[in-house]
C-alpha cells in the first residue's frame, strides 16, 4: 500500500519562508505532498502552495517581497496592524479559492481568543482561514470569520501534526522554522518582549508533541530577524539545505 504523506509546516513569521525551499526539494525528487498542513506563515505558504502557486515563482515573489508595504497601522481593535492589505494580497495570491478546490487536502489552525479553542480550517475560503492563521497577537488584528476571533494558532500549537493524520496522512513530516528554546537577546520594544514571551510558551507546549511526527526537518533560520522579509532568499535556501540533507530519510521512511 502507498503511503500517504503529510506535510506540516510550523510557524516562525518571515523564518518560515523557509518553506518554499522545502516544497521545491519534495518537488524536486518526486516526494508525493498527499496532504498539507500549516500554522501561521506555515499555514500561508502550504495554502499558496495548495492554491496552484507556483513555489518557483513564489521564490522570485518573496525574494523582493517587502513586508512594510501591507503594513496598515491601527492601535485599535486588538493589534498594530489591520491585516485588510495583507488579506487582500491573500485573496488575489490564491485566486479567491477555496479549501476544498486545493490540489491536495488541506489544513490550517487558528485560535479563537475568546475560548481559547483551536479551530481546524480544512474547508472554505482559502485566503480567510490563512488570515486566521497568521494573526500574531499585538501584531495583527484578531480576525473575525462568521463571529468568531481568531488569534494565530502558533499560540498553542506550532505545527499541526494531529491535523495532517486526520485529513489522511499515514506519515507527517514537519517542518519547524520557530525557536528552539535559544537564549535571546534582549528585547529592545513591546514587539521584541509579546514575540518572546510567545516563543517560551510555545516552545515548552511543543516540547511535548514534537514526538508525534515521524521527521522533522529543521532549517538553521534562527538567527534571522523574523520579523522582516530582508533574509527571505536566505530562509529559503536554508529550508532547501535542510531537506536535502534529509533525504535519504525522507525516502526510507515513504517506502
Same mark, same amino acid.
Given at each position: 500500500?502507498? +503511503?500517504?504523506?503529510?506535510?506540516?509546516?510550523?510557524?516562525?513569521?518571515?523564518?518560515?519562508?523557509?518553506?518554499?525551499?522545502?516544497? /521545491?526539494?519534495?518537488? @524536486?525528487?518526486?516526494?508525493?505532498?498527499?496532504?498539507?498542513?500549516?500554522?501561521?506563515?506555515?499555514?500561508?505558504?502550504?495554502?499558496?502552495?495548495?492554491?496552484? #502557486?507556483?513555489?518557483?515563482?513564489? /521564490?522570485?515573489?518573496?525574494? %523582493?517581497?517587502?513586508?512594510?508595504?501591507?503594513?496598515?497601522?491601527?492601535?485599535?481593535?486588538?493589534?498594530? &496592524?489591520?491585516?485588510?492589505?495583507? @488579506?487582500?494580497?491573500?485573496?488575489?495570491?490564491?485566486?479567491?479559492?477555496?479549501?476544498?478546490?486545493? *490540489?491536495?487536502?488541506?489544513?490550517?489552525?487558528?485560535?479563537?481568543?475568546?475560548?481559547?479553542?483551536?479551530?481546524?480550517?480544512?474547508?472554505? #475560503?482559502?485566503?480567510?482561514?490563512?488570515?486566521?492563521?497568521?494573526?500574531?497577537?499585538?501584531?495583527?488584528?484578531?480576525?473575525? &470569520?462568521?463571529?468568531?476571533?481568531? *488569534?494565530?494558532?502558533?499560540?498553542? @500549537?506550532?505545527?499541526?501534526?494531529?491535523?495532517?493524520?486526520?485529513?489522511?496522512?499515514?506519515?507527517?513530516?514537519?517542518?519547524?522554522?520557530? @525557536?528552539?528554546?535559544? #537564549?535571546?537577546?534582549?528585547? %529592545?520594544? &513591546?514587539?521584541?518582549?509579546?514575540?518572546?514571551?510567545?516563543? &517560551?510558551?510555545?516552545?515548552?507546549?511543543? /516540547? /511535548? +508533541?514534537?514526538?508525534?511526527?515521524?521527521?522533522?526537518?529543521?532549517?538553521? #533560520?534562527?538567527?534571522?530577524?523574523?520579523?522582516?522579509? +530582508?533574509?527571505?532568499? +536566505?530562509?529559503?535556501?536554508?529550508?532547501?539545505?535542510?531537506?536535502?540533507?534529509?533525504?535519504?530519510?525522507? %525516502?526510507?521512511?515513504?517506502?
Amino acid at each position: 500500500m502507498t +503511503k500517504k504523506v503529510g506535510l506540516a509546516l510550523g510557524s516562525g513569521a518571515a523564518r518560515g519562508f523557509a518553506h518554499i525551499g522545502v516544497i /521545491q526539494v519534495f518537488l @524536486e525528487n518526486n516526494i508525493p505532498i498527499d496532504v498539507v498542513t500549516g500554522c501561521s506563515m506555515g499555514a500561508l505558504i502550504g495554502g499558496l502552495y495548495v492554491s496552484g #502557486v507556483d513555489m518557483y515563482y513564489l /521564490q522570485r515573489y518573496a525574494e %523582493k517581497f517587502d513586508m512594510r508595504q501591507y503594513y496598515d497601522i491601527s492601535m485599535r481593535n486588538g493589534g498594530l &496592524i489591520k491585516g485588510r492589505r495583507i @488579506e487582500e494580497l491573500l485573496r488575489l495570491l490564491t485566486k479567491n479559492t477555496t479549501i476544498e478546490q486545493g *490540489i491536495v487536502p488541506y489544513g490550517c489552525t487558528a485560535v479563537d481568543v475568546c475560548t481559547g479553542e483551536i479551530v481546524e480550517f480544512t474547508k472554505g #475560503v482559502m485566503y480567510q482561514a490563512i488570515r486566521a492563521s497568521i494573526s500574531i497577537p499585538g501584531v495583527f488584528t484578531p480576525y473575525d &470569520i462568521d463571529g468568531r476571533l481568531y *488569534i494565530d494558532g502558533g499560540v498553542l @500549537e506550532r505545527i499541526p501534526l494531529g491535523t495532517a493524520r486526520e485529513l489522511g496522512a499515514d506519515v507527517v513530516i514537519a517542518v519547524d522554522v520557530a @525557536e528552539r528554546g535559544q #537564549v535571546r537577546p534582549k528585547p %529592545k520594544n &513591546i514587539i521584541d518582549t509579546m514575540r518572546d514571551t510567545m516563543a &517560551i510558551t510555545d516552545w515548552v507546549i511543543w /516540547q /511535548q +508533541k514534537e514526538k508525534e511526527a515521524d521527521l522533522m526537518i529543521i532549517p538553521d #533560520v534562527y538567527e534571522i530577524d523574523p520579523l522582516t522579509s +530582508k533574509d527571505a532568499a +536566505k530562509c529559503m535556501e536554508r529550508g532547501r539545505m535542510a531537506a536535502e540533507k534529509l533525504l535519504p530519510e525522507i %525516502k526510507e521512511l515513504i517506502q
